[in-house]
């Protein structure tokens, strides 16, 4: 979960780099905010726990500066359903591998991190049809 949060900040980074338009640029910036928070959290939680943290996105990463890179050569549109891509395989992530947790951290997942990433993949959808 940490290297897909990981990588979420690196990709919301570069699409802030490329699209400067106010009203997205605001739901982009609340979607940031909002993976670096998880990402505060799951390190807490895995400290917590004994154990080290993740400090890069690994494979995840890599993908994910492939596929915004080709976004930002075909422009906003190829951005931002890059970043509901992004977005729908995290919650698929967290709804797959939550079962592979001890009952104490799955709750915690269900109750910290699944809401945080429905809302961060809604916002997406709604901006990503909003441009035409």
């Known amino acids: 979960f940490l290297r897909g949060e990981l990588s979420a900040v690196e990709t919301y980074r570069q699409a802030m780099e490329k ?7 605001s739901t982009l910036e609340e979607c940031y905010r909002s993976h670096q928070l998880r990402v505060a959290s799951l390190q807490s939680r895995i400290s917590m726990l004994g154990g080290q943290s993740a400090t890069s996105s690994g494979a ?22 890059a970043l509901e891509e992004g977005e729908d395989h995290g919650k698929k992530l967290y709804t797959t591998d939550v079962d592979k947790l001890d009952a104490n951290t799955r ?23 909003s441009v035409h």
């Open 60 to 81: 995840w990463g890599s993908f994910a500066k492939v596929v915004e890179a080709g976004a930002k050569v075909f422009g906003v549109k190829a951005a931002l359903a």
């Open 19 to 25: 699209i400067q338009e106010p009203s997205m640029r």
């Open 107 to 129: 709750s915690w997942v269900d109750r910290e991190l699944m809401p945080a990433q429905q809302q961060s993949h809604d916002m997406m959808s709604r901006l990503k049809h």
